[in-house]
């Protein structure tokens, strides 16, 4: 899960194990284990022949007039993403912020 300024800019990603992550989006969106059942079935069907590693989908819920909404695709990622990274240093257990922030800023 990461944050973004108004206009869609990276400012890094929340850092947490991967169920609490999920509780606080099932707070949010009631879909999120259908969700990631298409999304397996999906990638599968369309990369297993294809591809072998890890891979990030980015999505979105964005706050609309009837509610929040899931945006389920913006993109797919066919390497390691800054998530995979906030995952593996949430699980090495150091004293460190709740939101990783990148050394570089984007406008």
């Keep these: 899960m990461f944050d973004t300024t108004e206009t869609g800019g990276y400012t890094g990603n929340t850092l947490a194990p991967q169920a609490a992550l999920e509780r606080v989006l099932a707070r949010q969106f009631d879909g999120l284990d259908i969700l990631k059942e298409i999304c397996s079935a999906v990638?599968?069907?369309?990369l297993a022949a294809r591809y072998e590693g890890p891979l990030g989908v980015d999505m979105m819920l964005v706050k609309t007039v009837q509610g929040i909404m899931l945006h389920p695709c913006i993109e797919v990622n066919l390497r390691r993403t800054m998530g995979y990274?906030?995952?593996?240093?949430?699980?090495?257990?150091?004293?460190?912020p709740s939101v990783l922030r990148p050394l570089f800023g984007w406008s």
Excluded: F, G, I, K
Excluded at 43 to 46: A, E, F, G, K, N
Excluded at 85 to 96: F, I, K, N, Q
């Design 43 to 46: 990638l599968s069907q369309h």
């Design 85 to 96: 990274v906030a995952l593996d240093v949430a699980r090495a257990e150091y004293d460190l």
